[in-house]
Structure formats: structure tokens, C-alpha cells
């Protein structure tokens, strides 16, 4: 049940290439940490350029990836190969122009601190 947020400063996303980076998170998300495309969730921002620096100057255009997992489940070669992939991603999106300080960020939290539907990670891997 990852939440994925993408974040993209600069350019103005087409709408087919906000659905391409959702649909292919997803995919990342299900190749690579074995998460269920049914709730995975990804929320795509646009936020202006003019906010972003690196080294402290302006930058054109910006992107990162922090997405959300339970704690202890994936092994460090599949958040890996997480990262990896999704870097790939936003290249072939955003074009060649990226700054190396582009981050793709695997967050673990606690199964008891979050959860969807109402019921923590923690509860619905408990046995029955």
C-alpha cells in the first residue's frame, strides 16, 4: 500500500505525461517492491520553478520521487532497483536536462503508523 509523491518543477506536465508517470510508478512500484497495483497510490505535483535550486542557484527544472513503503518488508536491492527505475522515468519523461541532484527517496515507515482504509499495516498483518 505505498503512497508515491511525485513532485516536478519547471515544465507544464501534459496530461498524458502525468498519466504515464502515475501508470508507470505503479508498475515500478509492483516490478520492483512487489506492491499491489490496487493500492498503490500516486499523487503527481507541479510546482514552480522558481523555487528550486541546487548549490544555491536556480534551476530550470526539478523533479523527486519520495515514496512510501512499510518498514522491513523490501530488501535494500529492491529499493535499489526502485530508485534506479524510477530515475530512469523521469529522464525519459522530463528529457536529459535533469539536474544529478535528482532524488528518488524510499521512505519506511512503521506499520503501526499508517495505514489506508482505515485500518493500520500493523492490524491487517495480524493473524485472524
Keep these: 500500500m505505498p503512497f508515491v509523491n511525485v513532485k516536478i518543477a519547471g515544465p507544464t506536465l501534459a496530461p498524458e505525461q502525468i498519466g504515464r508517470l502515475q501508470r ?3 508498475d515500478i512500484m509492483a516490478d520492483a517492491l512487489g506492491k499491489d497495483p490496487a493500492v498503490t497510490s500516486v499523487l503527481v505535483e507541479q510546482v514552480a520553478a522558481r523555487g528550486c535550486s541546487i548549490a ?50 524510499v521512505d ?20 485472524r
Design 56 to 105: 544555491g542557484t536556480a534551476v530550470h527544472v526539478l523533479a523527486h520521487i519520495n515514496a512510501r513503503i512499510t518498514a522491513g518488508i523490501n530488501t535494500a536491492d529492491q529499493k535499489a532497483r526502485f530508485i534506479a527505475d524510477a530515475h530512469t522515468l523521469l529522464k525519459r519523461i522530463l528529457g536529459g536536462g535533469l539536474p544529478v541532484a535528482t532524488y528518488v527517496i
Design 24 to 26: 508507470d510508478i505503479t
Design 108 to 127: 519506511e515507515v512503521a506499520a503501526d503508523a499508517w495505514g489506508y482504509d482505515g485500518v493500520t499495516q500493523q492490524h491487517r498483518a495480524a493473524p
